[in-house]
Nanobody, 125 residues
Framework: QVQLVESGGGLVQAGGSLRVSCAASGSTFSDYSMAWFRQAPGKEREFLATISWGFGSTYYGDSVAGRFTISRVNAKNTVYLQMNSLKPEDTAVYYC??????????????????WGQGTQVTVSS
């Protein structure tokens, strides 16, 4: 099992940047593909980005491609989401999630086995 704890959320003005982090513990972090999702009030959980175990291949959702960057540092058991050019519609609770050695990439929340508690990101206009 792996435990995930997000941090780094907060209030930022539109056009600004923020980096959220997710620290993992309890298992071999490098064996897990990691992803970021978000959920705004009244909306479904939305896929943002994923980074694979092994080669560290990345993939992004359409709404954040070109603005957000996912990365990982296995030596620190941490995955990051760098968010630039933030918009008010990016306001949500941001979650990291983990899958153990998947054979294919997934953008579906139900395919992820472990979740953090979330961190609030608020973008003011």
């Amino acid at each position: 099992q792996v435990q995930l704890v997000e941090s780094g959320g907060g209030l930022v003005q539109a056009g600004g940047s923020l980096r959220v982090s997710c620290a993992a513990s309890g298992s071999t972090f490098s064996d897990y593909s990691m992803a970021w999702f978000r959920q705004a009030p009244g909306k479904e959980r939305e896929f943002l980005a994923t980074i694979s175990w092994g080669f560290g291949s990345t993939y992004y959702g359409d709404s954040v491609a070109g603005r957000f960057t996912i990365s990982r540092v296995n030596a620190k058991n941490t995955v990051y989401l760098q968010m630039n050019s933030l918009k008010p519609e990016d306001t949500a609770v941001y979650y990291c999630a983990a899958r153990y050695k998947p054979t294919i990439r997934s953008m579906i929340a139900e395919n992820y086995d472990y979740w953090g508690q979330g961190t609030q990101v608020t973008v003011s206009s």
